[in-house]
Nanobody
Framework: QVHVVESGGGLVQAGGSLGLSCAASGRTFSSYAMGWFRQAPGKEREFVAA????????YYADSVKGRFTISRDRAKNTMYLQMNSLKPEDTAVYYC???????????????????WGQGTQVTVSS
C-alpha cells in the first residue's frame, strides 16, 4: 500500500514560480512510477508530467514542456514538480499519483495509476 500527499500549492502571479511536493509512504514506493496530473473546473483530468521508478526518465505534456521540471528523491520518498513561467491556464487542482507501470505509454494515462493524493490547488492570476 502506498499513500501520497501533495503540498505546496497556492496563488501566484503569471510569470511566477511555484514548487509542489508529493510525499509518499510505503516500503515499495521506490518501485513505483510517479506522475502529476491536473484538473481545471469543467475539464477532464490531464497529464502534466511523469517520472520512472528509477528517476532516469521524465515525460511532460507539451503545454508544460520547458517550464515544469519533475524530479524525485527516492531516499526521501518524495517527488517534486517545479513550475516556472506560470500561466493563468495552469490554474487547476494538481494531483500526485503512483503506480506500478511498465512501459512509457502508461505513464500518460490516469487509469494506470493505483494511488492518488487529495490534490492541491494552484491558482495563477493574470
Amino acid at each position: 500500500q502506498v499513500h501520497v500527499v501533495e503540498s505546496g500549492g497556492g496563488l501566484v502571479q503569471a510569470g511566477g514560480s511555484l514548487g509542489l511536493s508529493c510525499a509518499a509512504s510505503g516500503r515499495t514506493f521506490s518501485s513505483y512510477a510517479m506522475g502529476w496530473f491536473r484538473q481545471a473546473p469543467g475539464k477532464e483530468r490531464e497529464f502534466v508530467a511523469a517520472i520512472t521508478w528509477s528517476g532516469g526518465n521524465t515525460y511532460y505534456a507539451d503545454s508544460v514542456k520547458g517550464r515544469f521540471t519533475i524530479s524525485r528523491d527516492r531516499a526521501k520518498n518524495t517527488m517534486y514538480l517545479q513550475m516556472n513561467s506560470l500561466k493563468p491556464e495552469d490554474t487547476a487542482v494538481y494531483y500526485c499519483a503512483a503506480g506500478y507501470i511498465s512501459g512509457s505509454y502508461g505513464l500518460f494515462l490516469p487509469y494506470k495509476y493505483d494511488y492518488w493524493g487529495q490534490g492541491t490547488q494552484v491558482t495563477v492570476s493574470s
